[in-house]
């Protein structure tokens, strides 16, 4: 350990910072900024919260990764979405608990396997419709968007399957929700819809008795003990969380493509060689889709679909980084910029460059595991990490199976923070049918 330095940042401002990040354009741009200029610890002022320090050292995060508490005040906004709690910021005795029967279901195999058919049909509903789209562009995130809802929607309710719910009524309560002041009385009655929905689908699966299915979500949060409110909110928060995330990461994938023919083309040759003629691949194809999934890597590594993250220092610590040591006291806001971690020059060589071979085997194996974490990291990361990737791999694998996609001439595609990392104004894409070999 070396001295203890003081945490470099701005001078403060009378504004709480709320300047800063307007002339910056937005937060994530603020983030990028105040790292390449003061290094891997930053301080800063975060509005909300007064002076947080920024963290886009692996080294440091790996020495914070074992928090299990986040500042509440920062997730205050997602209150009217729970009955049982704020599931952001319960405490660790509670969340513990809940995490495992999430993750027993999110990231075990029997789940993905489970739901995978109906997966398949919602992509291959998408294809279908932007393959009659005669030329005309399509917009990516608008429809990779409401593909992940439906999949997620299908994937903890039982979908159309189990005949208690109605999909398209959900998607739409759902994106109600989202869009309105949760204050209104339109935004009122859809949560309530909601609401009755998970409850009609745990009056179904306690007729069908009380087994602990790992490969159902409200099956096995009911075997666990849950309560009715608690898997309410569960359903509520997992929605939340997979829908917008998984549609950009495969957005923002696409994009990239689009402007990578020569890694297009490969990823074109490697889905031939391994579906054949089949349009979809199964559940066992995407571990054999080894440059896919590097380019999709690749594609959270540039545009981390969750772009932070948060957590409150539980004591006081000493933080040994790249740039030096640093103290940080108990209840200190310890601020997560993934996007920045991602961008850091001395782990990701040309970060701003598209390069998949950075996630060889080989290659991951000589890096810190904390300067990549599109899912975050710790006893608070990502519990649908398992899950999204099979999404957004089969999205992938059955889109660019079928088609090939060009950018749309003099579209400038912007990055902004939206809770995802957004385009500004969609990302609009001509596609064009392929054959195998093509
Ligand atoms: C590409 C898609 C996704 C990305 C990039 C992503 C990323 C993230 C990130 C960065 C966090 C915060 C982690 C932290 O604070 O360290 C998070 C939390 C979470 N995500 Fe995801 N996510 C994705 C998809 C999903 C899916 C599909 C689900 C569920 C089916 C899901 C469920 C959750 C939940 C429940 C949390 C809260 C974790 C907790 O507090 O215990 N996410 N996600």
Redesign the pocket.
Known sequence: MGNVLPIPGPALRDDGGAGAITDAGGLHLHQLRLHAEYGGVVRFQLPGVGVAVSVADPLVLEQTAHIDE?PASLFAFLEPLCEAGN??VIGAEE?GP??RV?LEV?AGRPSHKRHFGEFVSLVEGLAERWGGAGGDAVLLQKDLTAL?LRM?CA??LGGAGGGVVDAEKVVDAFEVVLSEDGGTTRASLALDYLRSTVDRVIAAREEGGRRADRSD?ISALLAAGTSPARIRD?AM???L???H??G??VSWTLHLLGRHPEAAERVAAELDRVLGERSAPDYGDLRELTYLEMVLKES?RLY????????EATEDMVLDGADGTYEIPAGTTIF?P?WAVHMNPDHWPEPARFVPERFTPEAVAQRSRFAY?????????????G???V??QLTLAVLLKRFRFRPVAGHEVTPVERF?LWAADDIPMVVTPRAVGD
Not at 373 to 385: T, Y
């Open positions: 986040r599931l952001q969340h809940w995490r999430l999110l992940s997620i994937y903890a979500l569960t928060v997992t929605m969380a997979a829908h995330t998984t950009v990461a959270m981390p679909p969750g772009p932070y993250g948060a957590r997560y993934f974490v599109p899912f975050g990291l710790g006893p608070r990361s990502c519990e649908g990490a899950l999204a990737m999404e957004a995802v």
